[in-house]
Nanobody, 119 residues
């Protein structure tokens, strides 16, 4: 089991920046990947970005070049740096810890943090 606690959300004007943090209660190195998802009202939850235990990253096309995901294994924390924010980035952002191996799979979620971008 692991607990994930997000922070850093808030209200920002279009073009602004925010930095989200996800603090895990234990080591994040044991997870195959750590990621950020978001869910806007009336829409399905979608992947924003993830970073693997080896440091490889993947981004949704809509955020590529604007968002950066990073991890600090020593602090058991994952970050999402969001720049050039747009109103369509408004959503609840969720941290995810995923384990994928030959024993099976596990997913853990944080409670979410609201990001609101005003035009």
């Amino acid at each position: 089991q692991v607990q994930l606690v997000e922070s850093g959300g808030g209200l920002v004007q279009a073009g602004g920046s925010l930095r989200l943090s996800c603090a895990a209660s234990g080591s994040i190195f044991r997870f195959t990947r750590m990621g950020w998802y978001r869910q806007a009202p009336g829409k399905e939850r979608e992947l924003v970005a993830y970073i693997t235990s080896g440091g490889n990253t993947n981004y949704a096309g809509s955020v590529k070049g604007r968002f950066t995901i990073s991890r600090d294994n020593g602090e058991n924390t994952v970050y999402l740096e969001m720049n050039s924010l747009k109103p369509e980035d408004t959503a609840v952002y969720y941290c995810n810890a995923a384990r994928r191996d030959h024993f099976g799979s596990d997913d853990y979620w944080g409670q979410g943090t609201q990001v609101t971008v005003s035009s």
